[in-house]
Every structure is written in C-alpha cells, then in structure tokens.
C-alpha cells in the first residue's frame, strides 16, 4: 500500500491536536474517528499502543469524486492514522490519494485530478507538522 507518512517528535496526544489542525489547515474536516487501542481493549481485551484513525474529508473533493464516478464513496473519507510508535515519538500516515486510481474506473480524468488535489493537501498537511512555526 501508498502512503504518505511523516514521524513526529511529539506526544501522542500533542500529535493527534497537530493533525487536526494540520488538516483544518488544508479545508478537512474530520468526520471519524476511530480509537484502535480503546476498541481493541473492550472488544478484545488486548493491549495495543495508542493510535486512531481520523477519516478526513474536504466536501469539496468528495462531490468532485463522487460526480465523476460514484462507486469511489467506498473510498471515502481520506484516512489518516497517528499512531505512538514510543513516548515522544508518533507517526502520522495516510493513505495516498493517487491509490484510489487503481480500484475505481476514470474514464474522464477527473479522478485524477481530485486524487492529485487530495494529495497535494495531504503532503502540505503533513510537510505543516515537521516545518517550524513562523513567529
């Protein structure tokens, strides 16, 4: 699988802030999210290092991609994952956009271009979470 990933020296939970306001940045709003480790531990009972799945969406993309061909809304939304990988170390993956393109018919092109937008978001939303803050 394609992904775009970047690694934070940040707490987790400093991380999970981050990418929210990294994505809110970019025009994605998080529609859900998906607490892995509380829902293996009541479901299973097992133990697993904190992580969550954040479904993002940019409506504007979304009706694009839905309009050139329906069937992509079982891709939607972009899923962004944040997962501790130790204290003080996090890692922040998504999916790459441009994947899309190998499960779903693009006959007109406009696939494409929305994939590229997402993408183009993504990377500027992640590159935002390694990049100093100007003062």
Same mark, same amino acid.
């Given at each position: 699988?394609?992904?775009?990933?970047?690694?934070?020296?940040?707490?987790?939970?400093?991380?999970?802030?981050?990418?929210?306001?990294?994505?809110?940045?970019?025009?994605?709003?998080?529609?859900?999210?998906?607490?892995?480790?509380?829902?293996?531990?009541?479901?299973?009972?097992?133990? @697993? /290092?904190?992580?969550?799945?954040?479904? +993002?969406?940019?409506?504007?993309? =979304?009706?694009?991609? #839905?309009? !050139? %061909?329906?069937?992509?809304?079982?891709?939607?939304?972009?899923?962004?994952?944040?997962?501790?990988?130790?204290?003080?170390?996090?890692?922040?993956?998504?999916?790459?956009?441009?994947?899309?393109?190998?499960? @779903? /018919?693009?006959?007109?092109?406009?696939? +494409?271009?929305?994939?590229?937008? =997402?993408?183009?978001? #993504?990377? !500027? %939303?992640?590159?935002?979470?390694?990049?100093?803050?100007?003062?």
């Amino acid at each position: 699988m394609t992904t775009i990933q970047t690694t934070l020296d940040a707490s987790y939970d400093d991380a999970v802030a981050a990418v929210r306001a990294a994505l809110g940045d970019q025009g994605f709003g998080v529609l859900t999210e998906i607490d892995i480790q509380a829902t293996l531990k009541t479901k299973l009972d097992v133990d @697993v /290092a904190p992580q969550v799945i954040l479904g +993002a969406c940019r409506p504007q993309l =979304a009706h694009r991609a #839905l309009q !050139a %061909a329906p069937s992509v809304a079982a891709l939607l939304p972009c899923n962004v994952v944040v997962r501790e990988l130790a204290p003080g170390e996090t890692l922040v993956e998504a999916v790459d956009p441009d994947a899309m393109l190998s499960v @779903v /018919a693009d006959d007109s092109g406009e696939l +494409a271009a929305v994939a590229a937008d =997402a993408r183009t978001r #993504l990377v !500027a %939303a992640l590159a935002a979470l390694t990049s100093p803050e100007e003062d």
